[in-house]
């Protein structure tokens, strides 16, 4: 009894390749196709001999050739199934994201919405906060003064949403740095003030000290001139004198 095939060779196609070509699964071929050839002792004395084994050579050929034909032929479309599930799968992905992004754009837009109102709130809130400049400290009364007025035209209320408590607290201490500073500017300038006052003062002091003094020297030259003067002209008298004598 011979090997029982599970196909015959000549039925072999794409629909029952994976049954055949698969681990093992051409070892019954191979079996049937010893069978076929097998059994008969080789006679090359004779041409009738000879020709017996080329014939028997070439039907394991063909054997070989018809199953080997089917099975490069599933190989190929197995090969070929990569890019089909591949291009089967980025399809499938590619709408399925689309899908997705379909059903969720309600929220994504709502997300998104809410991500601008809250960056608003926040953005708000650090302007205020900038008002905290140290730079502020060292500026005029008057400079301070108008960064206060500024600051009042930010003062929150209800617009603020769940953001007002925090933007009220960054306002109220805002506007307490700008007060404490031009506070503090206000006492420097009226010091400074204070001070050229005093400068003013005293220059004023020395400078009438030295036209004082001028002055006092101006009239001591002028006795002293004077002075001069009456000696010379007693000394010139008393020559006249003693010139009449003679």
Known sequence: MGTQLPIA???IDLANAPTVYKKDGLNPFI???????SGEAPDLSSKKGRDRIASLAAQVSRSKSAIEKPG???LRHLKSLPKVVEAELREFVNTCDA???????PLS????AE??????HKQRIEHIKSYMDESHLTMSTLLINNYIHELEEFEPNSDFEEFEEEAVAAYAKAKLFLITA??????AEKQQAELEELRRKEAEREQKEREEKIAREAVEAARKAAEAEAQR????DQRKADDEKL
Do not use: G
């Open 9 to 11: 060779i000549e039925n």
């Open 31 to 37: 079996e049937h196709i010893k069978e076929q050839v």
């Open 72 to 74: 490069r032929e599933y």
């Open 99 to 105: 899908l997705r992004d379909e059903v969720r754009k």
């Open 109 to 112: 837009d709502w997300e998104q």
């Open 115 to 120: 991500s601008d109102r809250i960056n608003s």
């Open 182 to 187: 031009h506070q503090k500017q206000a006492e």
């Open 233 to 236: 002209q007693r000394e010139e």
